[in-house]
């Protein structure tokens, strides 16, 4: 039968660097047992999947798992961190996450990501398929300002930041997209509740939303909304 022990191995690629410990035992039916941690730069995924699209950001992750007949289980956590999104349709810096994922030959699952962004929290759950790399992520966002937000999302035919609008926003939302966001979606339903103290030069603002956004046809269907300022309600 037999096996072997890999005590420690130091891989560098590019800007990132990996630890990583092997056990293999039963040479006639190998069965893998490792454990790594790895301080990833996503420049480098950028330039090995050739994917100009991929973010900007560090992740700093670690985990343990198995291999034997082909297939594939294993389990870690991560932490990213000064993540930079540079998309026609959203653009922020110095974002970060965290979570615990679950991994074997289909895909992968980050059962709680959990994010602190522009005021308020995410929590959510997100998959990957890696057929196609497929994404789906559910999420809840509460307390996120909308004065913070609406600069991220400003673009040039879509003037969004100019409505000078503040409140608090609760959302419970669904993402589907591939690869570096491409075909990206959301649906899902929103409520805004004006702040005690808007940001300065901004309008407090109260809204209900139903809606859903497909990037590919530039479609964006408000299925039922309601807005309220202090002198006006649609």
């Given at each position: 039968?037999?096996?072997?022990?890999?005590?420690?191995?130091?891989?560098?690629?590019?800007?990132?660097?990996?630890?990583?410990?092997?056990?293999?035992?039963?040479?006639?039916?190998?069965?893998?047992?490792?454990?790594?941690?790895?301080?990833?730069n996503f420049l480098d995924f950028r330039r090995i999947l050739r994917s100009p699209h991929t973010p900007e950001?560090?992740?700093?992750?670690?985990?343990?798992?198995?291999?034997?007949?082909?297939?594939?289980?294993?389990?870690?956590?991560?932490?990213?961190?000064?993540?930079?999104?540079?998309?026609?349709?959203?653009?922020?810096?110095?974002?970060?996450?965290?979570?615990?994922?679950?991994?074997?030959?289909?895909?992968?699952?980050?059962?709680?990501?959990?994010?602190?962004?522009?005021?308020?929290?995410?929590?959510?759950?997100?998959t990957l398929r890696f057929a196609g790399l497929a994404f789906r992520a559910e999420t809840h966002i509460q307390?996120?300002?909308?004065?913070?937000?609406?600069?991220?999302?400003?673009?040039?035919?879509?003037?969004?930041?100019?409505?000078?609008?503040?409140?608090?926003?609760?959302?419970?939302?669904?993402?589907?997209?591939?690869?570096?966001?491409?075909?990206?979606?959301?649906?899902?339903?929103?409520?805004?509740?004006?702040?005690?103290?808007?940001?300065?030069?901004?309008?407090p603002v109260n809204a209900s939303w139903k809606l859903r956004y497909q990037h590919d046809p530039e479609r964006?269907?408000?299925?039922?909304?309601?807005?309220?300022?202090?002198?006006?309600?649609?």
């Amino acid at each position: 039968r037999g096996g072997f022990t890999l005590e420690q191995a130091q891989i560098g690629v590019g800007r990132s660097r990996f630890d990583a410990q092997a056990e293999m035992t039963d040479f006639a039916n190998p069965k893998w047992n490792y454990r790594y941690r790895g301080w990833v730069n996503f420049l480098d995924f950028r330039r090995i999947l050739r994917s100009p699209h991929t973010p900007e950001g560090k992740v700093e992750v670690r985990g343990e798992g198995k291999f034997a007949a082909g297939q594939m289980e294993g389990l870690g956590s991560f932490v990213a961190s000064e993540v930079r999104l540079d998309y026609d349709i959203f653009h922020a810096k110095g974002l970060g996450a965290r979570g615990t994922y679950r991994m074997d030959n289909r895909g992968l699952v980050i059962p709680e990501l959990s994010a602190e962004v522009f005021g308020g929290s995410l929590r959510g759950r997100v998959t990957l398929r890696f057929a196609g790399l497929a994404f789906r992520a559910e999420t809840h966002i509460q307390g996120v300002r909308i004065s913070q937000v609406f600069p991220a999302a400003e673009e040039r035919h879509f003037p969004i930041d100019e409505l000078h609008w503040d409140s608090a926003l609760t959302a419970d939302t669904v993402e589907t997209w591939t690869d570096s966001f491409k075909h990206f979606e959301v649906s899902g339903t929103s409520q805004w509740t004006a702040p005690a103290e808007p940001a300065s030069g901004h309008i407090p603002v109260n809204a209900s939303w139903k809606l859903r956004y497909q990037h590919d046809p530039e479609r964006l269907t408000v299925d039922s909304a309601v807005f309220e300022t202090q002198t006006s309600r649609i």
